[in-house]
């Protein structure tokens, strides 16, 4: 235990004249060891690259520090415990954390805002202190140990370019109440999934087996109570969803394998380019009572209970091809005047009427499908091959081979 403590990295203000550092702040570095990083610590304003990176380390403390304009990467320290960058205020650096397996406490308490903030691969991450954030150039948080004990830093944040927030799977709630745009992609997926509580790091080792393959649906609450704009949403493994104020979407939006019974988006105005609904198990009831345009497609797929689609009312041009596949009995489109992209609607209800659809399909371009009856409204491709085969969709991964037969329209079309 106290093997450790000599080589605490603790980068205090080091009796030096700062004007006469300045220079240093400027460099490249690579941190392996405290002494590499006591050429830093006099530094007020950071601009070059500093790597850390070292079995060695600890703990990093750096109180000097108040403004970066460069990057600061962490990476791969099997014994980091701590990073604290307790002077630092608005900045338009990034600050990247990458597989630091025992980091436990993240902490820029006077932070406002920062061009890019990583933190990827900390398991053991659940303190991440950031009070004062408002705007970020990109979030990342992927697999960490946070949890909803402590306070995220998405409660104070007002804006983000990127926002991606995923596989941390003990979060059950993700609550952004000043959020209000978000211009760049923003995705939200596997998160809490697991239903075990919080074990630490030492418990690692115990004997009982974890939890984590229980069959209850695990997922997160989504809660963006202030958003109004937004680029390119993906939104995976939701079991509540608090959009109120959401009312422009100026690219994609999709909602996949969420436990969500409805999807209510009341005043949203129109989506960019593609909004997708696809494998949600328990979907009932999808009311988007406002919005009248969609840029791309309509796919709305392999919801096993959504049985009437009536939640579209003002909906009046669809740019792209409107694509259903489900056990629907009712579909109401009532307000559609334009499908620029064809229509391929199948259902394998018995109760599904296709003259209902009768309108729509005669302001449709191109080519237009519509069956009741069918004995599976599942995907298939014209040659029987997997989606994953074909050429372009190799990087497409499991759980988003619906979305792909949206972007090919050919693959809507093939019965
Ligand atoms: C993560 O850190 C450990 C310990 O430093 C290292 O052995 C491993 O290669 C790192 N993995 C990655 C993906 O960087
Ligand atoms: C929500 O956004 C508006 C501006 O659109 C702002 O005036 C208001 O303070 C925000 N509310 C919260 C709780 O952040
Ligand atoms: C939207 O995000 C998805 C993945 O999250 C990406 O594949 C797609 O290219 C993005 N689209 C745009 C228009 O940026
Ligand atoms: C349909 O949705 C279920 C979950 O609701 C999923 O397990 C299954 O893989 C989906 N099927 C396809 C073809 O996407
Ligand atoms: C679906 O949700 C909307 C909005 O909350 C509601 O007005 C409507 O009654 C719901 N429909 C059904 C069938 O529950």
Redesign the pocket.
Known sequence: MTRFTSSLLVLVSAAVVASAQQEGCAKQVVVASEADLASLAACSTFSGTVTISGPAITAISWPALQSLTGSIQVKSNPHLSTFALEGLKASTGSIRLYNNTVLSAVSFPSLQSLHALEIITAPNLRQLSLSTIDSLGSLTLEDTGLDNSGQLPWSTLQKATDLGVSNNKYLKTIEMGHLQSVSGKFVIAANGLSDSKYSAASSISSSTPSADSTTSPGGTILSLTNLTTASNCTFRHLTDLQLPVLSTVSASLSFDETSLT?I?I?HLKSVGQTLSIVSNDKL??I?F?DLTAIGGALLIANNTELT?VD?FRQLKDISGVLNMRGAFSTVSLPAVTTVKGGMSVLSSSNDFDCSTLSKVKASAKGKTVCQAKVKSARPTNADGGSLENKGSLNVIAKGTMWSAVVTMSFLAFAL
Do not use: H
């Open positions: 409805s209510v009341p009932s009831n009311s009572s009437v939640g």
